[in-house]
C-alpha cells in the first residue's frame, strides 16, 4: 500500500504503520507550512482538510515528484477542543482522501487537567491568530515545556496525562478506517425511489455484526461529545433510522420509540402527513417532560425529522438531539433552520445549538 502523510512528525508515522503495518510505502511532506501550529475547535478539521489539499494541489502541479500513485493520502492534526461544560479536551483529526472521497474523523478525546489553565489563558491572550482557521501561534506543548510542565512539546500528554500520543493517534486512525469500512458498506442508489431522490441502502451495512457494532460505538462517542444529550428516550425514524435507534438505546440504557410511515399502529395513535406519507407515533410512548434524541439515516430537507418533532411535542417531549449517519451538503443549512424552528429554538445559542444536529459522516 503506498500512502503519503502529511508531516514528517516520527510519532505520526509510527502509528500509521503499527496500524497499517510496517510494509507500507511512506512518503512524508509538509507542503505549505502557513497552518496555526496549535488549531483550535474546528480549525483541527480544516487544517486537515487543508494540508489534503495542498498535497493534491502539488501532485497536480507535479511539484511532488514521487512517481508514486498514492493509495490513500492522510493528514493527522491535534487540536483543542473547549466543550459545552467547559472541559478543555485534546483531540486527534484524522483526514483520508481515497478515491475521490475524503474521510474525516475526530477521537482520541484527552482531558486537559484545570491545573493547566494558565497555559491555556497564555495561549488565548498572546498566541491567538485570527484567520480562516482558528489555532494559536505556538503549541499548548511548547508552553508546557516554557512553563516547566513537560520536557517533550511534541508529547507532552505523555507527562501530563500519561498517555502517549501515539496510542491517541493509533486509535483515531482505527476508527477512522472503521468509519471508512462502515461508509463504503453503504449502497448510494440514485432517482430512487423516485426521480431526484437518493436512497441509501443500509441493510449491507447491518449485514456485517462487526462493522454495526463498530458503528454503535462511533455513534455513542460522538453523541457524548456533543453540546445537548440530555435525553431518556431514543426516537428512531423509518426502517434504517429505528435499528440504530433501537442499538443505540440499548447502548445508552435508554427507552426506544418507533415512528413508522404509512403503517399503524394499535391503539391510540398521534399522526400527521408528509409529503403525501403518514407518520404515526404511539400517543403513550412518550411521558410528558421526556427528553427526546432523534435518530434518522440520512438528512436531506429535514422534512421527516421535522414532522417527528412535530408528533413528539404532541405527546408532550422535549426533543433535545438529533442525530443522522450521513447529510445532503446543499441541504443542510435550510433543514436546520426548519429542524429548529420546530424545536423552537431562536438560533442564537451558537452554532452546534440552531439546530441540535449531530452527523456522524
Not at 472521497?101 to 491555556?120: C, R
Not at 431518556?232 to 447502548?251: D, E, P, R, Y
Not at 411521558?287 to 405527546?315: F, H, R
Request: charged share 25%; glycine share 6%.
Amino acid at each position: 500500500m503506498k500512502i503519503a502523510l502529511t508531516s514528517h512528525n516520527k510519532i505520526k508515522q509510527d502509528a500509521l504503520k503499527h496500524v497499517l503495518g510496517d510494509d507500507i510505502e511512506l512518503v512524508c511532506f509538509t507542503g505549505n507550512n502557513e497552518l496555526p501550529p496549535q488549531p483550535f475547535a474546528e480549525g483541527g478539521k480544516k487544517a486537515c482538510s487543508q494540508r489534503i489539499s495542498n498535497c493534491l494541489e502539488d501532485i497536480k502541479k507535479n511539484i511532488i515528484e514521487t512517481g508514486i500513485d498514492f493509495d490513500l493520502i492522510i493528514s493527522i492534526e491535534n487540536s483543542l477542543l473547549i466543550m459545552h461544560n467547559k472541559k478543555v479536551y485534546d483531540v486527534c483529526n484524522v483526514c483520508v482522501f481515497k478515491g475521490e472521497t475524503t474521510y474525516m474523523t475526530t477521537d482520541g478525546y484527552l482531558e486537559v487537567p484545570s491545573l493547566y489553565n494558565n497555559a491555556l489563558l497564555e495561549l488565548e491572550h498572546k498566541y491567538k491568530i485570527d484567520g480562516p482557521i482558528p489555532g494559536f501561534s505556538k503549541t499548548l506543548g511548547e508552553i508546557l515545556v516554557e512553563m516547566g510542565k513537560a520536557t517533550d512539546a511534541n508529547n507532552w500528554m505523555s507527562e501530563v496525562l500519561k498517555y502517549d500520543r501515539k496510542d491517541q493517534i493509533v486509535n483515531t486512525l482505527t476508527v477512522s478506517f472503521n468509519t471508512i469500512d462502515i461508509r463504503e458498506s453503504i449502497k448510494k442508489y440514485e432517482n430512487y425511489p423516485k426521480e431526484g431522490d437518493t436512497y441509501f441502502d443500509m441493510n449491507p451495512l447491518f449485514n456485517k455484526p462487526r462493522l454495526y457494532r463498530r458503528l454503535l460505538e462511533i455513534s455513542q462517542k460522538s453523541l457524548s461529545f456533543s453540546n445537548n444529550t440530555k435525553f431518556n428516550k431514543i426516537v428512531g425514524l423509518k426502517s434504517s433510522g429505528q435499528i440504530l435507534a433501537s442499538g443505540m438505546a440499548a447502548k445508552f440504557g435508554v427507552g426506544y420509540v418507533s415512528i413508522i410511515k404509512n403503517d399503524n399502529f394499535p391503539g391510540e395513535v398521534y399522526e400527521k402527513e408528509c409529503n403525501n406519507d403518514i407518520f404515526r407515533i404511539q400517543k403513550d410512548s412518550i411521558n410528558k417532560g421526556d427528553n427526546i434524541l432523534i435518530i434518522d439515516d440520512v438528512l436531506t430537507n429535514g422534512d421527516s425529522l421535522t414532522t417527528a418533532i412535530e408528533l413528539i411535542k404532541k405527546c408532550g417531549g422535549n426533543v433535545s438531539c438529533c442525530f443522522v449517519l450521513s447529510k445532503t451538503d446543499s441541504l443542510f443549512k435550510d433543514a436546520c433552520k426548519k429542524i429548529s424552528n420546530a424545536i423552537g429554538d431562536d438560533g442564537d445559542d451558537g452554532e452546534n445549538d440552531k439546530c441540535d444536529m449531530v452527523v456522524l459522516f
